[in-house]
């Protein structure tokens, strides 16, 4: 009978090599030819010319094979963009046990695996296939190399070796089927991967005559230092230069519905526990979870040769570890930047070299001659020397002199053909103004203005970049989350934000502290929301806060002195802030000294004008009080004047600052003391004149009584 398990072992590697042909053929194949030709027009450097059109253009003599290359720094022109903004995580409490503390841990530390990982020139990577080749990839999982609790690994994986789920049409892997990666391992990696067995069962299993695949089929040459592809090869191995035999892997990750264990919360919420220890487990339990069993999708993986099967159980995470970045992404179609602009590269390849053949052509483009006139040279001769500068041609006394033939004219039109050409692959890659480059003259302003307005070109492909970094968090959340659950210690760098020194802290995470019984900064518990955001390349970020604040200090803004070294480009600029500080603030100089007595001298006249307009409003106050109590009066002893001032008061603008009329009416007259009744006078400066000469200012000199 045959054995059980290589007959599964079998089973499960036909499946994936089924699923591997299936997949090619579906588009795979295709979108790998295309792949490798954006690639050749992005690089350049003779490879816009297929090999057949060089041999056929200099076997004809038609025209050389030129090449400009307007690809490449238009490309670049967007990578330097992604290089000089960087992604920066941050993660803010939404449910469980989360707060704000442990989640500003948790955001330096999935920075620190950034910076571990060296995410940033990854991303580069990924960014760069993506509008070269359509596609980039980042492979996210846990490593216990260098630690057995395991580390956060970020790697990236080569477009052509990944083959999404063919009938897919979403950008998340969370809704594919399938991904499969493509890999070559030697017998020595599948030991060190699989074990001791898996390379046994591979030995086995391989015949070295027999072809293991359609020799011939278009499979395209894997990336790699090496020119062509290997001196001998078969559709599942080839062998190297040194003997050395490689072995096509097939890494497949899958979704499959099984029956697992989960915890399930009082809110609703469902919590694989997969391989979760006892302790895990029980704190689940102590939040109020209920454990049991339901049908759960889960990741399968299994890894295989072409016959035999390396791996094959659940997947240890509840996701694919492959991220995805597509330049353009419309419903499962993948498209880069190189893609529409290859057939304008083309076209601007062959005007040009067309161009340049005519030019050659009129340099060169033949003589007229009398048979047998010529003294000093053959027709041989001429034919070879007559382009040289300086020719000096003799003919014969009486014969036709030779006479160079007209060569002709470059076709109207061919200037033009090569500047549209140049036009469509700006169109299609990025403009002039992005490049930093413009025909017309113009202010840095204005130059800064264009440049963001041709950035709107990119709008695309840099929301998808920011839906892969946000994907990015997400996986460092769910890794740190599920599988840093021990004690760990990270030191982190972090920049004093007074004086710009660089200080190392040290958090420590997932501690149990017995004094208060608890974990202290727990990583695995609780749920946050993903915020990633840009940050501008550290220079180039520095350089703009230098720049603003010494524009703001120029406009009258006092801003300190230890901020503007601070964002300075100084070596030693953490130095001289201490040293600021410990010497106190500069003395001023001869003009700063006159500076703030004239603004001491302008504070004290502004101080004595506000008193002085007090002082003014005051006195209107009281007169205009006084005047009220005058007129009061008045209306008092004869009530019929009211609606006449009433009316008087309307006609001349007074604004009513309660109920109408503006002077009521009394309910009827009033009676005023004898002595009250004097001759009404509503200024106070002018008060009423006595009725008698006695009473008042009658009395003296004029009025005829005693001094």
């Not at 003009?591 to 307009?613: G, H, P």
Request: glycine residues 6%; negative net charge.
């Amino acid at each position: 009978m045959p054995d059980v398990t290589m007959l599964n072992s079998t089973q499960a590697a036909e499946r994936n090599w089924q699923r591997y042909e299936y997949a090619k053929r579906r588009g795979h194949r295709t979108y790998m030819t295309q792949a490798i030709r954006c690639e050749q027009f992005y690089l350049g450097a003779g490879r816009h010319w297929s090999q057949a059109d060089r041999d056929r253009l200099k076997e004809t003599g038609e025209r050389p094979a030129y090449e400009l290359n307007e690809i490449l720094p238009r490309v670049n022109s967007a990578i330097g963009y992604q290089i000089h903004n960087r992604m920066d995580i941050a993660y803010l409490p939404r449910g469980g046990m989360a707060d704000t503390e442990r989640a500003t841990i948790r955001s330096k530390v999935a920075m620190q695996i950034c910076d571990q990982t060296k995410y940033q020139w990854k991303e580069t990577q990924v960014f760069s296939d993506g509008l070269i080749q359509q596609r980039g990839y980042f492979d996210i999982r846990m490593n216990f190399d260098k630690n057995v609790f395991g580390e956060v690994s970020i790697d990236t994986l080569d477009p052509l070796d990944v083959t999404p789920d063919p009938d897919a049409k979403s950008y998340d892997p969370k809704d594919w089927f399938d991904v499969l990666v493509t890999r070559w391992y030697s017998l020595d990696d599948i030991e060190s991967h699989f074990g001791l067995d898996a390379r046994k069962k591979v030995e086995n299993e391989l015949d070295d005559n027999g072809d293991w695949g359609d020799i011939g089929d278009n499979e395209e040459a894997r990336a790699k230092f090496g020119g062509e592809g290997p001196a001998t090869q078969t559709w599942d191995s080839y062998i190297d230069d040194v003997g050395v035999r490689k072995y096509r892997i097939l890494d497949r990750q899958y979704w499959k519905y099984e029956l697992q264990q989960v915890a399930i919360y009082p809110t609703g919420d469902v919590k694989l526990l997969g391989e979760a220890d006892p302790q895990q487990v029980q704190e689940y339990v102590a939040q109020g979870a209920q454990l049991t069993k339901r049908m759960a999708r889960t990741v399968r993986w299994v890894v295989t040769t072409r016959f035999v099967s390396l791996h094959d159980d659940v997947s240890p995470y509840d996701r694919f570890t492959v991220v995805p970045y597509f330049c353009f992404f419309r419903r499962g179609q993948t498209l880069g930047l190189v893609d529409n602009a290859i057939s304008p590269q083309e076209v601007l390849d062959k005007a040009v070299s067309q161009f340049v053949h005519i030019v050659n052509s009129s340099a060169n483009s033949g003589w007229t001659v009398e048979q047998g006139s010529l003294v000093n040279m053959q027709e041989e001769d001429l034919e070879r020397e007559g382009s040289k500068t300086g020719l000096v041609v003799v003919f014969k006394q009486g014969s036709t002199a030779p006479q160079k033939i007209k060569p002709n004219d470059v076709p109207q039109g061919m200037d033009r053909l090569i500047d549209h050409a140049v036009n469509a692959i700006k169109s299609v890659t990025v403009p002039d103004a992005m490049m930093g480059m413009d025909n017309q003259p113009a202010s840095g302003v204005a130059l800064q203005s264009k440049q963001f307005v041709a950035q709107n070109q990119l709008a695309i492909p840099l929301d998808n970049l920011a839906r892969t970094r946000h994907m990015v968090a997400e996986h460092i959340d769910y890794l740190m989350t599920r599988f840093m659950d021990n004690h760990r210690i990270f030191r982190i760098t972090e920049t004093n934000p007074v004086t710009g020194r660089e200080e190392d802290q040290t958090y420590e995470v997932n501690r149990y502290d017995p004094q208060q019984g608890m974990w202290i900064n727990d990583l695995t518990e609780g749920d946050y929301d993903v915020v990633v955001s840009e940050q501008p390349m550290q220079i180039t970020f520095e350089n703009s806060q230098f720049q603003q604040a010494v524009d703001l200090r120029k406009i009258g803004v006092n801003v300190p002195d230890n901020v503007i070294v601070k964002h300075s480009n100084l070596a030693e600029k953490a130095s001289i802030i201490e040293q600021m500080g410990a010497q106190g603030p500069p003395p001023l100089s001869p003009l700063d000294q006159a500076k703030a007595k004239l603004a001491e001298a302008q504070a004290e006249v502004a101080a004595r004008q506000a008193e002085s307009l007090q002082a003014k409003t005051a006195e209107t106050r009281i007169t205009s009080q006084f005047g009220a109590v005058q007129a009061a009066q008045v209306i008092a002893m004869n009530p019929a004047v009211a609606p006449l001032a009433d009316e008087l008061a309307s006609s001349a603008g007074v604004v009513d600052q309660n109920a109408p009329p503006n002077i009521p009416s009394p309910a009827g007259p009033i009676a005023v003391p004898e002595q009250a009744q004097i001759p009404s006078n509503t200024s106070p400066q002018f008060p009423a004149r006595p009725a008698t000469p006695t009473q008042g200012i009658g009395e003296g000199i004029e009025g005829g009584g005693p001094i």
